[in-house]
């Protein structure tokens, strides 16, 4: 779809904090600096937990006022990140934690949003594996054998709490925070 048709495109997620964002941040400069891989830096370092989906625009105001409707009988997440992993040989990331609280949080927000917006956001029918993208399917399958020999020897750890969900929008060649708020 073009940009300047009147639908645009929308996620929800867990953003990384920061500190975190900087340090997938430089896992994405790698890929894009040894194999061209720059899908990955248009989006903050996050945890989906609506997909991308599409919206004619001029239903943001309502698409935001569900968005503020949202809330969660659940206290905090703490989110563990530790080491790396892959989908197949399209997409790098790195691994969340099992975390049954996580899991929680996604189908409450999948609750909310698939019953205001049945026709635009869709119940995810593959299991939930939450995981922060560092590179997508840009990664050439012939590369990914070096790609996977890197990061698989690397070490990553890191974690934080969260109580924010963010809805992010794409404007041409970037995800943006349109808006956050605790849950």
């Known amino acids: 779809m073009s940009y300047d048709l009147p639908y645009k495109m929308y996620y929800i997620a867990l953003l990384c904090p920061p500190d975190v964002n900087e340090m997938v941040l430089q896992f994405k400069y790698w890929m894009r ?9 248009k989006s903050p370092a996050h945890i989906t937990l609506i997909p991308p989906f599409w919206l004619e625009e001029a239903k943001e105001p309502e698409l935001l006022k569900a968005f503020h409707s949202f809330t969660s009988d659940m206290s905090e997440l703490n989110i563990e990140l530790n080491g790396f ?8 990331f790195v691994q969340v934690k099992d975390n049954p609280a996580t899991e929680e949080l996604k189908n409450q927000a ?24 560092i590179a997508t399917p840009d990664i050439k399958p012939s ?22 969900i963010s ?5 041409p060649g970037k995800w943006n925070v349109l808006s956050q708020r605790n849950w």
């Open 110 to 133: 999948e609750d909310h949003f698939t019953s205001i917006f049945p026709a635009n956001i869709k119940k995810d029918d593959r299991s939930f594996h939450p995981h922060v993208t």
């Open 167 to 171: 809805l992010l929008k794409l404007s």
């Open 85 to 92: 992993s892959h989908f197949g040989k399209k997409v790098l």
């Open 33 to 41: 600096d040894r194999f061209a891989c720059i899908a990955g830096l």
């Open 143 to 164: 590369d990914f054998d070096r790609v996977w020999e890197h990061f698989s020897k690397k070490d990553f750890a890191a974690n934080f709490i969260t109580r924010t």
